[in-house]
């Protein structure tokens, strides 16, 4: 009798057991799904990107703005032209990665115009029109951007600093400039906006919460030591 009840007990804990075995299964081998299929999207991913490195004419095809309109050379030679008669007048062009550092572009027309990425370490762009242009990511590192017309233009996550002593001299000017309802996003510090309009320009981060994203908060965005007189 004794026997049988300890028989019972044994079969009841494995049937009791059996649904937690079975979940438990079914779990792993749900995990070990999602594991496999997250490193064939990976391993994809890798493929598509070494693709389109060792590939620049894919650029096109997988990104269609990636690739710029004009290249470095023609629009020094449209500089030159235009120095000899006339302005720059690239108003809504695509100029995206371009290395146009230590040119003198002052007072061009660049309204609308693509310049993410691109290189404007210590290119003079005073008096340009820069309004609704994307310069997003771009190298503004000592740039002088003096009396320039960035209302509407977004400046997320620029290039200001060289080394991680983040130091002042490299960053850019935008004294007198026009930022009205212009996005700026990064890190700034150092800037100086003398007499710059900001009306309705906007300091905040992506995301933002209740207390950030003012000049005095600065959360998203670093603003230490910039000039606003």
Same mark, same amino acid.
């Given at each position: ?17 059996? $649904? ?17 299929? &997250?490193?064939?999207?990976? &391993? ?11 590939? $620049? ?10 690739? $710029? ?15 000899? %008669?006339?302005?720059?007048? +690239? *108003? ?12 003198? +572009? ?23 029109? +820069? ?7 771009? *190298?503004?590192?000592?740039?002088? +951007?003096? &009396? ?14 060289? *080394? ?46 209740? %207390? ?18």
């Amino acid at each position: 009798m004794i026997e049988a009840q300890i028989l019972t007990s044994k079969w009841a804990n494995a049937l009791s057991a059996a $649904p937690l075995a079975v979940a438990l299964a079914l779990s792993f081998a749900s995990t070990s799904a999602d594991v496999a299929q &997250g490193a064939d999207a990976d &391993g994809a991913a890798r493929v598509h990107y070494n693709a389109v490195a060792n590939a $620049p004419d894919e650029i096109a095809a997988a990104m269609p703005e990636g690739r $710029p309109e004009l290249s470095t050379r023609e629009v020094s030679l449209a500089l030159w032209n235009a120095r000899r %008669g006339g302005q720059l007048d +690239l *108003s809504g062009r695509s100029l995206r990665y371009l290395d146009l550092a230590g040119l003198v +572009l002052g007072g061009a027309r660049l309204s609308d115009s693509d310049l993410w990425g691109v290189d404007f370490t210590d290119s003079d762009l005073s008096n340009a029109n +820069l309004s609704r242009a994307r310069l997003n990511r771009s *190298s503004l590192t000592r740039a002088n +951007l003096t &009396g320039s017309d960035l209302a509407g233009a977004t400046i997320l996550r620029p290039t200001i600093h060289t *080394s991680m002593q983040f130091e002042w001299k490299d960053a850019p000017r935008f004294d007198s400039a026009n930022l009205a309802d212009a996005r700026l996003m990064g890190k700034f510090d150092g800037a100086s906006f003398k007499a710059a309009n900001l009306k309705g320009a906007d300091f905040s981060s992506y995301e933002p919460r209740a %207390g950030q994203g003012t000049l005095t908060t600065r959360r998203g965005t670093d603003l230490i030591g910039c000039d606003f007189s």
